[in-house]
């Protein structure tokens, strides 16, 4: 007698619905309990197979993003941002701005949280289900440039292109040569109007010449960046980790000052006891 449960979790193995395959047992006894109807068993059944493609592609998207897997919105404390970039952030956060192939460029001090800002939308990105890549600038550019030296540059910004966003990280913390800059200029370039770019940054756009030195290939660059872009200004922002820091030393000083009460204390008990004695 043929075993119709074997057979069924074959063919569905064979259809690649191993998720189904591996839900129908269990499924199947809850629904003959539940009385359901052949359409509510089938709808959960397909549903488990839904939802475990779509955690299996998330998987995918976030092992290619490289992205800070800590970095995310549930880990940012975004009331430290002012009102402006908070109602900005939340705008970003559905993803409309890749459709738009717009950028955005978060602008601060360091320490000022704009690397796990730019991260946590990206993680936000994956999510919805866009493709992603997370990189220094620094590690960006020395791969375009071996890929220049190899003649495969084409190739590839080709490869980067299938990134909807690009996420550039600390862009002015490394002064580049002109070959570094003309790299970088030709991905901002190729990447103008069609795909997005979050960019951190330190330094403020007329600072922009220590990057592209050239003052023409610089305002050219901004103009590309800036065109279709959402600005996150956290200048006026304190850094997290001088706060941090500062807190820290207040806390240390706080302890010692109470030691060296307890310690006076205890002296003039010592003492005070002494005195009855005597």
Not at 74 to 93: D, K, M, S, Y
Not at 110 to 124: M, V
Not at 208 to 236: Q, S
Not at 258 to 278: I, K, L, W
């Amino acid at each position: 007698m043929t075993d119709r449960h074997a057979v069924l979790c074959a063919m569905l193995h064979t259809l690649k619905l191993p998720a189904m395959a591996a839900a129908f047992p269990d499924l199947a006894l809850k629904a003959a309990k539940a009385g359901l109807t052949h359409e509510a068993f089938l709808y959960d059944l397909v549903q488990c197979e839904c939802v475990q493609r779509d955690e299996r592609r998330i998987a995918r998207l976030l092992h290619r993003s490289e992205l800070p897997r800590e970095k995310t919105f549930a880990t940012l404390a975004l009331t430290h941002f002012p009102l402006g970039v908070r109602q900005q952030i939340e705008r970003l956060q559905s993803g409309a701005f890749v459709a738009d192939a717009m950028n955005v460029i978060a602008v601060g001090r360091p320490g000022t949280g704009k690397s796990h800002l730019a991260a946590a939308l990206g993680h936000a990105l994956i999510l919805a289900g866009e493709t992603v890549l997370w990189t220094t600038t620094a590690n960006l550019v020395q791969r375009l440039l071996a890929a220049k030296r190899d003649l495969r540059l084409p190739q590839e910004l080709a490869r980067l292109d299938r990134f909807a966003c690009l996420i550039l990280d600390d862009i002015g913390y490394v002064q580049h040569d002109r070959d570094e800059m003309e790299v970088l200029f030709t991905l901002l370039a190729e990447r103008y109007e069609r795909r997005s770019v979050v960019i951190t940054t330190n330094l403020v756009f007329s600072e922009w010449t220590r990057i592209f030195k050239d003052p023409m290939t610089t305002m050219a660059a901004i103009d590309r960046v800036i065109h279709h872009a959402v600005i996150l200004d956290l200048m006026a922002m304190e850094s997290y980790r001088a706060k941090e820091a500062n807190g820290q030393q207040q806390q240390a000083l706080a302890a010692m000052a109470r030691h060296a009460e307890d310690t006076q204390e205890d002296a003039a008990v010592t003492v005070d006891a002494g005195d009855r004695q005597g």
